[in-house]
């Protein structure tokens, strides 16, 4: 549902040179499965996020979401992908229910359709209480329902959630959690992005450990633990990112003994 190849974004930048965001990216997430895109701030899970979303285009690899290409057919992307963050904008003036029907329709949903997909949605996300709240007056925690609501509106067949509890107090993050898995549990592709240990254990199926753009590691929570001897995951995770420190040390001085040796070049006296 969602394939990701070598996906390696760039930047220039006139004062550092070139800034890897992304490098050599590759994961792939299917149906009814929970994708953990798991990193410190910073490490490139945003970025990657912005990728499929079609905000950005890759530098280079490529990523497909439900069958299309995020860069030759991003319309067909952007209808079957729905994008839950933190901090999406509500239209202070607008009810939770106006806000909604406004993106089924420019979905192009039909009045009728939109009208019953709106009722079980509002229903299931125990949102009726709160159709005529406009806005600005909307607490942290009614605005992330109405997110929701907006980004499934479209029956979208994959669902991108890029830290979307932060914020959040915790019954409304655990409200939250519960909703996504309720999504996974209907059949959806989700790809849930976030820096809290404890959410992706219970939420995801699969994990990714992105640190600095790169993957150290995919699989399984159970798979995770084995390969880094942890069964405690923060710990896992830690140990993940200091073992990725400690061989780019060990790389970069290998590289400056390297160059040390080929700066040497030895005069004929040196030589006999």
Known sequence: MV?????????????????????RVSFHVAPGEIFGLLGPNGAGKTTA????????????GSARVAGFDVN????????????????????????AWEFVEYFGKLYGIEAEQ???????????????????????????????????????????PVLVFDEPSLGLDVLVARA??????????????????THIMREVERLCDRVAILYHGRIL??????????????TDFEELFFTALAESDQQQVQLNGSLGHSHERDSFSPTTSECL
Do not use: W
Not at 3 to 23: C, H, I, N, R, S
Not at 124 to 141: E, F, H, N, P, Y
Not at 217 to 230: F, I, N, Q, S, W
């Open 217 to 230: 590691a995919t699989g399984t929570l159970a798979e995770l633990a084995d390969r880094y001897h942890e």
């Open 3 to 23: 394939e990701v190849t070598e996906l390696t974004k760039t930047y220039q930048d006139l004062k550092a040179g070139q800034f890897v965001a992304l490098d």
């Open 176 to 193: 939250l959690l519960k909703i996504i898995g309720q999504l996974r549990d209907a059949g959806k592709c989700i790809i849930f992005s």
């Open 114 to 156: 939109l009208e019953r997909r709106m009722h079980n949605i509002f229903s299931d996300l125990q949102m009726l209480d709160i159709r005529d709240v406009v806005g600005a007056k909307m607490s942290t925690g009614m605005k992330q329902k109405v997110s929701i609501a907006r980004a499934i509106i479209h029956d979208p």
């Open 49 to 60: 996020l912005r990728i499929l979303s079609t905000v950005l285009k890759p530098t280079s």
């Open 72 to 95: 030759h057919h991003p319309n067909e992307v952007r209808h079957s992908i729905g994008f839950v963050s933190n901090n999406t904008a509500m239209y202070e003036r607008m009810t």
